[in-house]
């Protein structure tokens, strides 16, 4: 006898769908009820909380993007309220006690991509901790330390989670939209009336901690020009092309008008780097001191002023503050030339030696005063692993022809970014900015990509198949 199926032809009463409506209309009634005793707009912040939260526990690399938005706006500085939350420390402390718990649900151990430039900034870290024992300003030095830590975070999450050539262009691209914006922030409110007069010269200030004065707001910009520049020389895409221009404008205009003498000369240094690497020398030449003629003649007197003070005979009261500072800065490494007179300690050591309470304006007097003897080998061991090993990755693409033209520009962005830094810090105590960890982090991630599709290329030539870039690109 046949047996008889009783499931044939039952209709399922509750599926999936039932399941997920029911939820949503369930939150709402609750939500309902919670508008009665909660503003809504915390409940809106509340919903865009708990989403990212939940993203960010899913996909580490949006907890990362979540992380970069955060680090570069600065919401605590923006709305009081959250400063006490200190959604940066929060958030980066967050994310990557999940990466690496994760990276050692991967791997079994915990591992980061090897590159040399990980060993330098432990270094340097060391370099800090060797400074605090004599430091003229033990507080001043320790909240230099764990700034770097903070720094050391963003470092470690750039390195573990920009793993792919797309990964790395969508990084790039939000670093870049993300200082525009703040760039457009800027420039509205120099014409807003924000502007900082210094005698006849209305100065562009208002950026945030990141760029909180002339100098720091030149800084960036010019460390943005040159990605925004040679993206926009390579993608092929008209649209990308003329995005690329018009963020390269917004960030040398606002260079321009924070009247930085120190600015002006890393663009300058800008400029010398985008002919050196033009293959069409001449042509590019010409470009250049075209720019620079019409760009001049469109300056306001003051601005130029400014700028020709630069080549002046007489020193003026900000230049020769300056080189009074050096002089001192130098005094002070003799008097303790090992570990220096502590990180973010200058000021202080100054006051207590010569009377005057004033910064180094320089990144290379910053660090012989404040780290000495062994913060100036850390620091040129550093400089030295991030222009070799961007130049390596450069000269490996063109040499094995690998599929990742995408990140030549990038490492022609850094090398000429970190040239500016280094022109701009003759007049600017530098020596720990972001902007140079954020440069070491996507170098040593770009050397990681580089180098996977180098072996993977290898393993194929060795194997006697031909190349196929699809397949080349699945190992990474």
């Not at 780097?273 to 300056?299: D, E, T, Y």
């Amino acid at each position: 006898m046949a047996e008889i199926n009783l499931n044939s032809g039952a209709r399922q009463l509750i599926t999936n769908r039932h399941l997920l409506w029911s939820g949503l209309v369930f939150l709402a009634l609750v939500f309902g009820v919670l508008t009665a005793f909660v503003k809504p707009m915390m409940l809106v912040v509340g919903i865009i909380g708990i989403t990212c939260v939940v993203l960010m526990f899913k996909y580490d690399y949006f907890g990362l993007i979540v992380y970069l938005l955060v680090f570069l706006l600065r919401p605590g500085e923006t709305y009081p309220a959250l400063a006490k939350v200190r959604p940066e420390l929060l958030v980066g402390a967050a994310l990557s006690f999940l990466t690496l718990i994760k990276n050692k649900y991967k791997y079994g151990t915990f591992t980061i991509p090897d590159s040399r430039l990980n060993i330098d900034f432990l270094l340097i870290l060391a370099a800090m901790a060797a400074s605090f024992i004599l430091s003229s300003c033990k507080d001043c030095t320790k909240n230099a330390i764990i700034d770097m830590v903070k720094l050391g975070v963003f470092y470690l999450m750039i390195i573990l989670q920009v793993n792919t050539k797309k990964r790395m262009e969508i990084f790039i691209w939000l670093f870049l939209v993300i200082n525009a914006k703040l760039a457009v922030d800027i420039m509205r409110g120099y014409f807003g009336g924000q502007a900082v007069v210094k005698g006849d010269l209305s100065r562009a200030s208002g950026g945030n901690s990141t760029m909180d004065n002339f100098n720091g707001i030149a800084i960036t910009m010019n460390t943005l020009i040159p990605f925004a520049y040679f993206y926009m020389v390579q993608y092929k895409e008209v649209w990308k092309k003329i995005l690329m221009v018009v963020m390269t404008g917004i960030f040398v205009y606002t260079m321009i008008i924070t009247g930085s003498r120190g600015g002006f000369l890393g663009f300058v240094g800008i400029l010398g780097c985008i002919w050196w690497f033009s293959k069409k020398k001449l042509a590019m030449g010409i470009v250049i001191l075209m720019i620079l003629v019409v760009g001049w003649s469109f300056l306001g007197d003051a601005t130029k002023e400014r700028y020709r003070s630069i080549f002046a005979d007489e020193l003026d009261e900000s230049s020769q503050g300056r080189i009074n500072s050096w002089m001192d800065g130098l005094a002070l490494f003799a008097l303790r030339p090992i570990a220096g007179v502590g990180a973010g300690a200058f000021a202080t050591a100054r006051m207590e030696n010569f009377g005057i309470f004033l910064s180094p304006h320089s990144l290379y007097i910053q660090v012989i005063a404040e780290l000495g003897l062994f913060g100036i080998i850390v620091y040129f061991m550093f400089f030295r692993d991030i222009f070799r090993l961007n130049m390596r990755n450069v000269r490996d693409i063109r040499r094995y022809g690998l599929p990742a033209e995408e990140l030549s520009p990038l490492s022609k962005g850094i090398v000429v970014s970190a040239i500016s830094l280094l022109i701009t810090g003759l007049f600017a105590h530098s020596a720990y900015r972001y902007t140079w960890y954020f440069l070491a982090g996507i170098t040593a991630a770009s050397q990681h990509i580089v180098d996977n599709l180098r072996v993977a290329k290898e393993a194929g030539a060795i194997a006697g198949r031909p190349h196929n870039p699809s397949e080349i690109e699945s190992h990474i």
